[in-house]
């Protein structure tokens, strides 16, 4: 992203705070467990809840969705190396600043050239449809990646109840800016609120995953509780944590990243080691935990799902 460094270096044992990873797990149940959230949920069972975090029961995983040949990453490497400016700019910020984020009561307003503007309770969100497990690749685009068991549901579940119109072409996702909450908007390092944005038929691609969690649990608060999208073909910053709304518009979303750097950020931002970033290569990436690189696959590996939108597409141009 914008800040230089990070690409280089692992996560390295030193890095991974555990002592406040634990109380920020503490704080978080007792959030939820204040505002009745985890009782709230049908997906959730109070005597599921472990000091680990919120286990999300009755979640089956999809067979469809499997890395079968890459490792999983370790639950705590995926807490404690996180971007999230909201909460600052360095990875090992937000495990910290973002554990007082409170995430009930929480609504997503779905609106604009849509049939059936709605505004979801998140609670009344977990009921849209089955919670599934898919294990996904994530590919930053500081070339840095993990393999991470989601839990959610494809966003086409929650398009189709809003019936959008025939001149809805893209959809803008609009992430929380709340100054009391989170320190990082003092900074000007981006246009807050942190928008993204996906073309109409990206949104509806099934691989689109709208998820409320990860490793069997809800996600943490720096993992973008309660709800965050995963878009696995394309760099990490395409999947907006903390979203509080979805708008369906005429024209290509100004986006957080190509406002602050249209030259290195495109609206596209699919993974594709053909076309570098100005300042580093795309060929290859880090998975964290491992020591040597491996190579970047094109789509990262998702090309059989959704190479076919782009067919006709120069993607030197559109990046
Ligand atoms: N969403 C918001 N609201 N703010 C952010 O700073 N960072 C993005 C993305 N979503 C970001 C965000 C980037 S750069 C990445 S790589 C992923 O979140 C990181 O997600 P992870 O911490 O779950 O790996």
Known sequence: ?????????????????????FQSRRDWLKTAM??????ALPAL??????????KLA????????LVNDEKLNKADEFKNYCNFYEFG???????VM??????????????????KPQVFDIDALYKLAPLEERVYRFRCVEAWSMVVPWVGFSLAELIKKVEPKGNAKFVEFVTLADKSQMPGLRSSVLDWPYVEGLRMDEAMNPLTLLTVGAFGEMLAPQNGAPVRLVVPWKYGFKSGKSIVKIRFVEKE???????SGPEEYGFYSNVNPMVDHPRWSQASERRIGEFSKRKTLMFNGYADQVASMYAGMDLKKFF
Do not use: F, H
């Open 58 to 65: 009755g979640v089956k995983a999809n067979p469809l969705y």
């Open 34 to 39: 204040a505002v009745g959230g985890v009782a």
């Open 98 to 115: 973002a554990k007082s984020l409170k995430t009930r009561p929480w609504t997503i307003a779905v609106e604009g050239e849509v049939l």
């Open 89 to 95: 700019t360095d990875k090992s910020d937000p495990p």
């Open 45 to 54: 069972s109070a005597c599921s809840v472990e000091a680990q975090g919120v």
């Open 1 to 21: 992203m914008l800040i230089r460094s990070s690409t280089a270096n692992p996560i390295l044992p030193s890095e991974i705070t555990s002592e406040a990873l």
């Open 253 to 259: 979303p100004k986006t957080a990243w190509v406002k």
